[in-house]
């Protein structure tokens, strides 16, 4: 627990993900929450974000602040749903953002395609140069960027990326191309590529720039009507948006740096379970995020989540802005399982989606999924087959699990089953170990947090199989990235390239460009109207070895470190990433970082579960038992999550469920309930 002050007021977070919108609404005057799962309108997602106030029953001019998750530039860049847009470059590099890295879509074969965000007709050429060190090479041809911008603009371009060689080491062609921007584009959606990345590496800033104009459109036009109908609806304080690096920024802003808010729903769980995680005295988690479709992993050391500056959201698509970084991996509730050419049992990547959805649905799915298989072994109750499925039987389940996977394999219905859950959870361990171990981490050193609508069903069976010893599933795991956004911080990252020899590097230069970021991360904080209790300031570096491509970053202790303590401190990190010295190779400064936090006050999670709801006993919240399939069936008590007693003491084999998602206690497991109501699960048995 912290000692920072209870924030006094009546604020919402909303998410919007692709099944379901997510609210919660928390009133510290009234000292109650409020919650909403409803439809998410995919044609228009102010609707579902209007529907879930009202599902609430919030008023939303009684709110003081709305803190809102979007997928709207998620989903425009998967699926390539962007607006026209125009790009104009140094002569001779329009195809910069085609010829990208020296890869290929599938490592070991010569198959595959990429289709550049922007067409090559709309990629135009200006006369100018600068040089790696800044100095001018040859100057902007100022008639031909006009003759430029009115060819894009007649062509119907409803956004514009200018994108100049070199201009990490002197943006001064760029602003200067801007300004003439802005007198003749006819609109706002202007991005200068080094305004957005100050980074060397002409593909990844062109990308990066490319992406954030594509999605500008789009994402100004969503904010501002959202903005105008929760308006009309008497809300007069400031909508802030979730952006990928788990800050916030408000949408009068959010637009001018769109890319930002790619992943953004994502990082709102990863928040919240930082935040949980720190409340509950667990500031070590490894997350584990799982839906219908995929399983989002990531890491928290020190209740900070990992942020990466290097994500690519798909092949040859880098988004070097600040995101949290989320793993992902094709397995959810909806993988389908099947026995494939080899006669192997795969399960995943294909999803058998919402519709028609896995067998127990009811929705006319005839494969069998990961879901069918957890309703087959009694981890999800099978009498709720009959209200929820149209009439779907067990046995139609089992006989599809035989049929088409049993009798190929030489199984029973239930030992296939099984199988499916063993596949199903290796492969999730194996995102997980992505983020711990790749990073030089070892899993046992972090507790699993487990929330999405499927992701305590599997958490402890996933932790036995990396041997993490606890997991944490707190309150509402299936509205966890909603409560992300009720309690995630304001958060401006800055970087500058460097890119130089570090004993080549002015150490002065360095400092004065680390105190620049701090002042300026400070003074955006301070542009936003919202109550801050305190402000954190972390700096790093990103360096590498003369001749490598990858980047390490380093954290810094402070904003003045002298040229001895980079070295250390790279060496050290490089040792203990990849147990390896290289005192023969000189070190490279490539880029200075800085992130600014502006820290909320806190709020009190332990109203997430009405305590009126409570039972005196444990006897009392036991709401039955059923047969579960472990390594054999067991008649397991069934326990609601919202009756446990505030002390509750668990043992296993057990079953909680709730609202949200069910959470599955191997024999042998113990749990118990903190004062924020999270359940904290001690693995034993096979552990």
């Not at 529907?51 to 008023?59: F, H, I, R, S």
């Not at 036009?221 to 800050?247: C, F, I, K, S, T």
């Not at 409340?279 to 900070?304: F, Q």
């Not at 150490?507 to 402000?535: C, N, Y």
Request: overall charge negative; some cysteine; charged content about 20%.
């Amino acid at each position: 627990m912290t000692d920072r002050p209870d924030l006094t007021g009546s604020f919402a977070g909303i998410d919007v993900g692709g099944t379901f919108t997510d609210l919660v609404h928390y009133d510290s005057r009234a000292g109650r929450v409020r919650l909403a799962k409803v439809p998410t309108t995919l044609d228009n997602q102010a609707d579902g974000v209007l529907g879930a106030l009202d599902a609430a029953g919030v008023d939303a001019a009684a709110l003081d602040l709305i803190v809102h998750g979007t997928t709207t530039t998620t989903n425009a860049v998967l699926e390539r749903r962007l607006c026209k847009t125009g790009l104009i470059t140094t002569q001779g590099f329009r195809d910069v953002l085609e010829l990208g890295r020296r890869t290929r879509p599938q490592a070991y074969g010569m198959k595959g395609q990429f289709r550049p965000l922007i067409p090559r007709d709309l990629r135009l050429e200006v006369p100018e140069r600068m040089l790696a060190n800044g100095s001018v090479y040859h100057p902007l041809d100022e008639d031909a960027l006009r003759a430029a911008l009115t060819y894009l603009a007649d062509e119907g371009c409803e956004a514009l990326v200018i994108h100049f060689l070199h201009s990490y080491a002197n943006p001064a062609h760029e602003r200067r191309a801007g300004e003439i921007a802005r007198e003749v584009w006819p609109n706002g959606n202007v991005t200068l590529g080094s305004a957005l990345l100050s980074e060397s590496r002409e593909f990844e800033r062109g990308v990066t720039a490319a992406v954030n104009a594509s999605v500008q459109p789009l994402l100004r036009r969503y904010v501002e009507r959202l903005a105008d109908r929760l308006a009309d609806r008497g809300y007069q304080r400031d909508l802030l948006v979730m952006n990928g690096n788990g800050g916030m920024v408000s949408a009068r802003i959010v637009a001018e740096e769109a890319a930002k808010t790619v992943m953004s729903g994502p990082a709102s769980g990863v928040m919240a379970a930082a935040y949980t995680g720190r409340r509950a005295g667990i500031p070590d988690l490894l997350t584990y995020d799982m839906g219908g479709t995929s399983t989002d992993v990531a890491m928290i050391r020190g209740a900070d989540p990992a942020v990466s500056h290097e994500i690519e959201i798909e092949y040859a698509m880098p988004i070097h802005v600040p995101m949290v970084d989320v793993r992902t991996v094709g397995a959810g509730g909806g993988s389908i399982a099947r026995v494939n050419a080899a006669g192997l049992l795969q399960v995943g990547p294909d999803s058998a989606g919402s519709t028609p959805g896995p067998i127990c649905y009811g929705k006319g799915g005839t494969l069998p999924t990961i879901s069918d298989a957890n309703m087959l072994l009694g981890r999800m109750d099978p009498a709720k087959l009959n209200t929820l499925a149209g009439g779907v039987s067990i046995d139609t389940i089992s006989e599809a699990f035989a049929d088409q996977l049993g009798a190929p394999l030489g199984l029973d219905a239930v030992a296939a089953a099984s199988a499916v859950l063993r596949i199903a959870t290796a492969k999730m361990a194996d995102a997980v170990r992505m983020v711990s171990i790749s990073l030089g981490e070892d899993p046992r050193d972090f507790a699993l947090f487990a929330f999405g609508g499927a992701g305590p069903l599997h958490a402890c069976a996933i932790a036995r199989e990396l041997g993490v010893p606890r997991v944490l599933v707190p309150a509402r795991p299936g509205i966890t990235n909603a409560l992300g956004c009720v309690v995630a911080d304001l958060r401006h990252d800055f970087v500058q390239t460097v890119n130089r020899p570090l004993d080549a590097c002015d150490m002065a230069e360095v400092h004065a460009a680390l105190a620049k970021q701090r002042e300026d991360g400070e003074a955006a904080i301070a542009r936003e109207r919202v109550e801050i209790a305190e402000t954190r300031v972390m700096h790093s570096v990103d360096m590498q070895f003369i001749g490598q491509t990858h980047l390490l970053r380093v954290p810094l202790p402070d904003a003045e470190p002298s040229r001895e303590a980079l070295q250390s401190l790279f060496e050290e990190a490089y040792y203990r990433r990849f147990q390896v010295t290289l005192p023969e190779i000189r070190p490279a400064l490539v880029n200075v970082n800085t992130s600014v936090i502006g820290r909320r006050p806190e709020i009190d999670l332990s109203l997430l579960i009405d305590a009126a709801a409570r039972k005196a006993t444990l006897a009392e919240a036991q709401t039955g038992t059923r047969p579960v399939f472990f390594d054999d069936w067991h008649e397991t008590p069934v326990y609601w999550r919202d009756f446990l007693p505030a002390d509750a003491a668990l043992t296993g084999p057990a079953i909680v469920e709730q609202m949200d998602c069910t959470l599955v206690m191997e024999p042998g497991d113990r749990a118990s309930q903190d004062a924020d109501g999270n359940l904290i699960v001690t693995l034993g048995g096979r552990a």
